[in-house]
């Protein structure tokens, strides 16, 4: 089991950046994906994006592509997502998660950060 932390949510205004960051702790594999997601006030959790452990490979759900990227770091075994040009939907609770492969449900789930857009 990985545990997740998740950290660095916080007020932006629209069009701003902010990065936040996930500290995984236990055995993360090569094969593990690690990714993203947002669940916003009344609305399902959504995916935003993942990224594979070992190779570093990243892809994105269409409505953030292009404004957000997803990297890791092996050593620190932390995961970041930095959003750029922020919009007032992109307001949501954001929570790390992991997989231990493509094939495989996320299974192991962080807490979340909140991250508001308003102006």
């Known amino acids: 089991q990985i545990q997740l932390v998740e950290s660095g949510g916080g007020l932006v205004q629209p069009g701003g950046s902010l990065t936040v960051s996930c500290a995984a702790s236990?055995?993360?594999?090569?094969?593990?994906?690690l990714g993203w997601f947002r669940q916003a006030p009344g609305k399902e959790r959504e995916a935003v994006g993942r990224?594979?452990?070992?190779?570093?490979?990243?892809r994105y759900e269409n409505s953030v592509k292009g404004r957000f990227t997803i990297r890791r770091d092996i050593l620190k075994k932390t995961m970041t997502l930095e959003m750029n040009n922020l919009k007032v939907d992109d307001t949501a609770v954001y929570l790390c998660?992991?997989?231990?492969?493509?094939?495989?449900?996320?299974?192991?789930w962080g807490r979340g950060t909140q991250v508001t857009v308003s102006s």
């Open positions: 998660a992991a997989a231990p492969s493509l094939m495989l449900n996320f299974r192991d």
């Open positions: 236990g055995y993360i594999s090569n094969n593990h994906v």
């Open positions: 990224i594979v452990w070992n190779t570093g490979n990243a």
